[in-house]
């Protein structure tokens, strides 16, 4: 390996060492500082070594940053993100952990402000906790975000839902209650709440 120029890029905000045949190694300041190398330059085989596993991390940390900066992500979606990219699995754990230490992962964080969004949104706190599994949050942080939601909210929504959804509805036939009650708990929400929430409209 031949070294031929060393330039540094903003848009990559990195290095990058340009080799004799071509090929282009994106390395990061700290291992930069650490070669102490100048072009031109004929790297040791130790040398080359830390080039090249530094290109890997740089390029994988470049394709997680972009993923995880464009929309919120989980750490198991960056993942997947990675290995569709063909990322070694060693490289994928240093990636995630370095966004993490960055404040770019939180599952944690993610998990509990999708829960709030969501349930503003009308979903039922069981739609919820599929859906963070999906993503492949932990069961323990898909607890926690879920406790985060005030627990009269789930009755709260699914009230606003009734009213605005369904009050047109005529539920003294049986057929249409019936067709009522299933569509409310394919949403979610359980049976008794249901039943319950349709009770209140009638009286209404």
Known sequence: MIIVRILYDDQKNGF?????DGRELLISYDVYQKLCLHAPAEPT?????MLLAEDARFRAF???LRFASYQPRTTSEVKRRLRQEKI????QEQVVEKLAKTGWLDDARY???????KQRKGWSLRHISVALREKGVEYGLIQDAIQSVPETSEQVVLRQIVRKKYAHRDLTDEKEFERTVQALCRR???IQDVLSALREGEEA
Do not use: D, K
Request: hydrophobic share 45%; aromatic share 12%; charged share 15%.
């Open 88 to 91: 070694p699995v060693s490289v």
């Open 62 to 64: 470049t394709i997680g």
């Open 45 to 49: 085989a130790a040398q080359e070594e």
């Open 111 to 117: 998990a509990c402000r999708y829960a709030q969004a």
């Open 188 to 190: 979610g929400f359980s």
């Open 16 to 20: 990058v060492f340009t080799l004799e």
